[in-house]
């Protein structure tokens, strides 16, 4: 089956430096990937969806400056979490939408802002 | 307004044992329905989908699910489960395949497996 990567797996950052997550579809193209945070024990909530070569469409709530996404190609996303503060610390799960019209999940990423 | 409800958030069965993870929705269109497992440290994998068509659902490793539009259900079954199903499990609503639409999950229901 398709392939979804991230990295880093695990991050810990001190409150007010950046941090830049990636997901690649390893073996299909991805025009469209999806960016999900989830809390513990919540469910996964939809921050903003990505088209290559297009601005990402975030959803309500979710403040743009502060999480960028850059789709740059067809196999990479990128979610750059900017200024970042303990509040900011989840775990942000992508996901590539491919030509079987499925979405495959990344293994996640889990983000700790001291 | 659109949600998806997983009444149980955790729930214990015997190896060998049925099981029955309940889901229910509210989506204003045509629903589509998913069933993901999500193990520790890992990505979400796809049991099974329902677009359309016959309302009960064959999926991977030997789950299968009926869709209820009456009851607005897509309840997840296993007529017996083996330790390594011990997961997370999410039930998600969409909107049509190819709209590349996101999707709407559950919180979750943890299974646990005892020996």
């Known amino acids: 089956g398709a392939v979804v990567s991230q990295h880093p797996s695990w991050v810990i950052c001190k409150s007010g430096t950046s941090v830049k997550i990636e997901c690649r579809s390893l073996?299909?193209?991805?025009?469209?990937m999806f960016w999900y945070r989830q809390f513990p024990k919540q469910s996964l909530m939809l921050m903003a969806t990505?088209?290559?070569?297009?601005?990402?469409?975030?959803e309500q709530g979710v403040e743009k400056d502060k999480f960028l996404i850059n789709h740059a190609s067809l196999t990479l996303s990128t979610l750059t979490v900017t200024s970042a503060h303990p509040e900011d610390s989840s775990f942000y799960i992508c996901?590539?939408?491919?030509?079987?019209?499925?979405?495959?999940f990344g293994p996640g990423t889990r983000l700790t802002v001291l | 307004a659109q949600s998806v409800t997983q009444p149980d958030i955790h729930i214990t069965v015997s190896e060998g044992a049925s099981l029955e993870l309940r889901c229910n929705y509210s989506?204003?269109?045509?629903?589509?329905l998913f069933w993901y497992v999500q193990s520790p440290g890992q990505g979400l994998q796809l049991l099974l989908k329902?677009?359309?068509?016959?309302?009960l659902v064959q999926g991977i490793k030997g789950f299968e699910a009926e869709f209820k539009r009456s009851q607005s259900s897509f309840n997840l079954r296993k007529p017996s489960v083996h330790w390594s199903d011990a997961a997370e499990y999410f039930c998600?609503?969409?909107?049509?395949?190819?709209?590349?639409?996101?999707?709407?999950f559950g919180k979750g229901t943890k299974l646990s497996v005892k020996p």
């Open positions: 996901s590539a939408w491919g030509a079987v019209n499925e979405q495959f």
């Open positions: 073996d299909f193209q991805a025009t469209t």
């Open positions: 990505s088209n290559e070569g297009s601005k990402a469409t975030y």
């Open positions: 989506y204003g269109a045509t629903p589509y």
């Open positions: 329902y677009f359309s068509g016959d309302t």
């Open positions: 998600a609503v969409g909107a049509a395949i190819g709209s590349q639409g996101n999707l709407i």
